[in-house]
C-alpha cells in the first residue's frame, strides 16, 4: 500500500528566501507525482506533475524533482513571496489512477 | 474553459439524513473522480469513473456510500443515513486518460457538516 509523507507540516520563511518542501513515498512503482496548492477553503490547484520517465519539471519559479528510485521528490520555491503562503500537497498516483497524498506542508512566507 | 465545478459548495445537515452532492467535470474530460478530506489531512480516494462506469471504487468507506455518473460527464455522490464522522470536503477531480500522463484537475470542493 502507497504511503506518502511530507516534512515539515509546516514552515514559516521570510520573504525572498528560497524553499524546499520534501515529499517521499513508499513504492517506487509510481506513474507520476503530481503537487498542488490549496488556499484556505479552497481546492486543489495543480502546479506540477513529473510523469515517472523525468527527472524534474519547472514552472516560473517553482522547480520539482522526482528520485524513484529513493522514493522522493522534492519543490523548490525561489525568491517566495506573501502569495506563496499556503499548503502544499504532492501526490503519487499508481496503476490505479488514484491519487495517494500526503499531508500537507503548510508554508507561511513573512513579508 | 470553465474548470470543475461542485455544488453545494456548503451542506450542513443532521445525523440520519440523506445527501447528494453534485460535480460537473471539465467538459471533454473522461475520468472523473472523488476524494474525501479531513481537517489536517490530505484528500483520500473514494471513487474513480472511467466513463459511466466506476472502475475503482475501492475507497468507498462502506455501503452508506454511492456514486453514478449516468451519462458519462455529471457525477452524484450520495451518502445514506449519515454520521458525524462523514463530515468532511468532498473534492471532485476530472483528467482526461489517453495521453502519456494523467494530471487530475480539482473543483473547490463541498464542504459537508453532519450535525
Known amino acids: 500500500k502507497q504511503e506518502v509523507t511530507q516534512i515539515p507540516a509546516a514552515l514559516s520563511v521570510p520573504e525572498g528566501e528560497n524553499l524546499v518542501l520534501n515529499c517521499s513515498f513508499t513504492?517506487?512503482?509510481?506513474?507520476?507525482l503530481q503537487w498542488f496548492r490549496q488556499d484556505p477553503g479552497k481546492g486543489l490547484t495543480s502546479l506540477l506533475l513529473i510523469q515517472s520517465s523525468q527527472r524534474e519539471q519547472t514552472s516560473g519559479r517553482l522547480n520539482a524533482s522526482l528520485d524513484k528510485s529513493s522514493g522522493r521528490s522534492t519543490l523548490y520555491i525561489a525568491a517566495s513571496q506573501p502569495g506563496d503562503s499556503a499548503t502544499y500537497l504532492c501526490a503519487a498516483q499508481g496503476g490505479s489512477e488514484k491519487l495517494v497524498f500526503g499531508k500537507g506542508t503548510k508554508l507561511t512566507v513573512n513579508p | 474553459g470553465a474548470g470543475v465545478s461542485q455544488t453545494p459548495s456548503n451542506k450542513v445537515t443532521e445525523k440520519g439524513k440523506y445527501v447528494e452532492l453534485r460535480c460537473d467535470p471539465i467538459s471533454g474530460h473522461t475520468a472523473l473522480y472523488w476524494y474525501r478530506q479531513s481537517l489536517g489531512q490530505g484528500p483520500e480516494f473514494l471513487i474513480y469513473f472511467q466513463g459511466t462506469g466506476a472502475a475503482d471504487d475501492s475507497g468507498l468507506p462502506n455501503d452508506r456510500f454511492f456514486a453514478v455518473r449516468p451519462e458519462g460527464s455529471v457525477s452524484t455522490l450520495k451518502i445514506q443515513r449519515t454520521e458525524r464522522g462523514d463530515s468532511a470536503v468532498y473534492l471532485c477531480?476530472?483528467?482526461?486518460?489517453?495521453?502519456?500522463?494523467?494530471?487530475?484537475?480539482f473543483g473547490p470542493g463541498t464542504r459537508l457538516t453532519v450535525l
Open positions: 477531480a476530472s483528467s482526461f486518460i489517453g495521453e502519456a500522463y494523467n494530471e487530475q484537475f
Open positions: 513504492d517506487s512503482a509510481i506513474y507520476n
